[in-house]
């Protein structure tokens, strides 16, 4: 996507999302004179946060319900779910990316952690404060693709719980928890 | 005597049904007894899914003279056949080319997966489809 600057693709996305219409997102804008110029501060309303994460999320669950039809390998069927947690790795970041996970690393009890070191939506993110600023702030980034990697797995019948975080930008690290329903 | 008669079918993955056609020439009394014989068929599907890992799975039913022919997508949608005749490459052809299709339908974003199929065009496709591999 073509990016002016994070805070206009920002803002755009709260405003699309039409969240809570009593506190216009203009009126915690920092302005662009200041300090922070070039840099949304993102409110630190975390209801709010936790209302963007839901509805990114969900998108992204229904990105990857489709992403999975319709890339999923033809002449043979994924039945481990390692296998299908590597397809995602190899095949689906390909798709999205051009690369692939770095590392994969599993305790072959329904936890596996996939991580990526140049994540690609990070690269050219930068912060004026710092690092773990950054990273906060970077965290709406990381969500889509939770989301994504999540209904890929349930559309092959495996419900799980996917988490990211960052340490340090540009890398990042999805967990991912099988949760079987007994 | 030989009217060649076919019932094809599509359930999703929570088992709803998505989708089912006639082709060939109807004997009408015989309509709801292809539906239950198909739907009947999808345990056996379950089975077969377990020893074979392909997509497409040939015959796993059979009917007096009826054979059930079925594919599984990889995201557990079943596409179901009800043939007499035994043509399995021409068969197998018809139901990749209805998967593309059901592809095609799924990505658009205003189709829920678990919802029945409603498209007029789908519906156009798929009869020109079977008459391209069936009839």
């Known amino acids: 996507m073509s990016t002016d600057s994070p805070t206009s693709a920002m803002t755009q996305l709260l405003s699309a999302l039409s969240l809570d219409g009593k506190r216009p997102i203009e009126s915690r804008q920092v302005n662009s004179e200041t300090s922070n110029a070039g840099w949304l501060e993102l409110p630190d309303d975390s209801e709010l946060m936790e209302q963007v994460f839901v509805k990114l999320e969900a998108v992204g669950f229904r990105v990857g319900r489709r992403l999975a ?6 002449n043979r069927r994924l039945v ?7 397809f995602v790795c190899k095949d689906i970041w390909m798709l999205l990316f051009n690369r692939q996970i770095d590392n994969l690393k ?3 009890r329904g936890i596996y952690v996939l991580q990526d070191n140049k994540f690609k939506w990070f690269l050219r993110m930068s912060g004026n404060s710092g690092g773990a600023a950054a990273a906060r702030h970077a965290q709406p980034y990381i969500w ?9 797995l349930d559309s092959f019948g495996v419900s799980t ?11 990042c690290t999805f967990q991912i928890k099988v949760v079987s329903d007994e | 005597m030989s009217a060649t008669t076919y019932y094809f079918a599509i359930v999703g993955s929570a088992d709803s049904p998505l989708y089912e056609a006639d082709f060939g020439v109807q004997r009408t009394e015989n309509k709801h007894l292809h539906q ?13 899914l377990f020893a074979n890992t392909a997509c497409y799975l040939k015959a796993v039913d059979s009917y007096n003279d009826w054979i059930v022919s079925a594919y599984v997508t990889p995201s557990n949608v079943r596409l179901m056949l009800l043939h007499e005749v035994k043509s399995e490459e021409a068969i197998r052809s018809f139901f990749v080319d209805c998967h593309e299709l059901f592809v095609k339908t799924l990505m658009n974003p205003f189709y829920d997966p678990s919802t029945p199929i409603q498209s007029q065009a789908f519906d156009t496709k798929v009869h020109s489809l079977a008459k391209k591999y069936l009839l």
């Open chain 1, 69 to 74: 039809e319709r890339f999923a390998p033809v």
């Open chain 2, 36 to 48: 239950f014989v198909v739907h009947a068929a999808l345990d056996l599907v379950e089975d077969a």
């Open chain 1, 144 to 152: 889509l693709p939770c989301g994504i990697i999540r209904g890929i």
């Open chain 1, 161 to 171: 719980v996917v988490v990211a975080e960052t340490l340090g930008l540009p890398q």
């Open chain 1, 80 to 86: 481990d779910t390692l296998d299908i947690v590597k």
């Open chain 1, 106 to 108: 599993t305790n072959h």
